[in-house]
């Protein structure tokens, strides 16, 4: 079974930064979008960012200017960099492929904490 394997979390003083990386470990078909989605104790689940398979970005404001979402189509790798990082920013971060019509895809989750 297919899975969608992220990386790159972990812990980081403000001002810093961090790149997430999500590798599927096998081919998905009729991936429409990749995104990027987060999660802190207490709060929903919130896109971060989006990137269609056209290659159009969208970002969440809250992240606008600081976070970058990119993909690698020969490694079906989606990555997420993320700067100029706040304690606000410290969650879970997911990865999710999305297919019209068929089941999506999503990561394990990785943590990304940002000390004060």
């Known amino acids: 079974q297919v899975q969608l394997v992220e990386s790159g979390g972990g812990l980081v003083q403000a001002g810093g930064s961090l790149r997430l990386s999500c590798a599927a470990s096998?081919?998905?078909?009729?991936?429409?979008?990749r995104a990027w989605y987060r999660q802190s104790p207490g709060k929903q689940r919130e896109l971060v960012a989006t990137?269609?398979?056209?290659?159009?970005?969208n970002y969440a404001d809250v992240v606008k200017g600081r976070f970058t979402i990119s993909r690698d189509n020969a490694k079906d790798t989606l990555y997420l960099q993320m700067d100029s990082l706040r304690p606000e920013d410290t969650a879970v971060y997911y990865c999710?492929?999305?297919?019209?019509?068929?089941?999506?895809?999503w990561g394990q989750g990785t943590q990304v904490t940002v000390s004060s």
């Open positions: 999710k492929f999305e297919r019209v019509g068929r089941l999506d895809y």
């Open positions: 096998g081919s998905i078909f009729g991936v429409n979008a």
């Open positions: 990137i269609t398979r056209s290659g159009t970005t």
